[in-house]
């Protein structure tokens, strides 16, 4: 997908993925992941194909499905952009994909999603170290990973609802 080049295509036109999950993320295959994105990785493939299909096939570009598909998908692209040379941490991947998928982002405008997730993040660390070292240290995301995870984010959403 070639990327907007004005302005107003920006606000307008499909948001241009960091990472084309057509040609980097299927070439992997799922047995060359970490147990913690062996089932989050191929969802955001899945995800993404289905934003891009959405969007070939939506008759009324007002439709609240298309408009979902939208939201989740930049959503998705806000959440994989990375600086260049600044690969992002196995378990902070983790506790991205994790929250977008699970839901924890959905009330943030996508514009504002790095903010949350950078915030989130940051919490995380402050106040549940113990969940990035677990993922870190087992490569796996397991229950009580994604619980710390969800209390934290739930958290921030509630800090900022209060604000």
Do not use: C, W
Not at 54 to 74: G, H, I, M
Not at 140 to 160: D, M, P, V, W
């Amino acid at each position: 997908m070639n990327a907007p080049s004005t302005s107003s295509e920006a606000a307008v036109g499909p948001v241009p993925f960091s990472v084309n999950p057509k040609l980097s993320i299927t070439r992997v295959g799922s047995r060359a992941y970490y147990k913690a994105l062996e089932h989050l990785a191929p969802q955001i493939r899945l995800d993404l194909a289905q934003a891009e299909d959405a969007r070939k096939f939506a008759t009324n570009q007002d439709d609240p499905v298309l408009r979902r598909y939208e939201a989740y998908s930049q959503r998705i692209a806000a959440a994989l952009q990375q600086q260049p040379g600044e690969p992002v941490p196995l378990e902070e991947l983790v506790v991205i994909l994790f929250a977008i998928q699970s839901g924890l982002a959905d009330t943030v405008q996508p514009r504002d999603v790095s903010a949350f997730l950078a915030e989130g993040l940051d919490l995380l660390r402050r106040d549940n170290a113990k969940v990035l070292t677990d993922i870190a240290k087992s490569k796996q995301l397991t229950a009580a990973s994604e619980k710390g995870i969800t209390e934290t984010f739930k958290s921030l959403l509630q800090q900022r609802g209060s604000q």
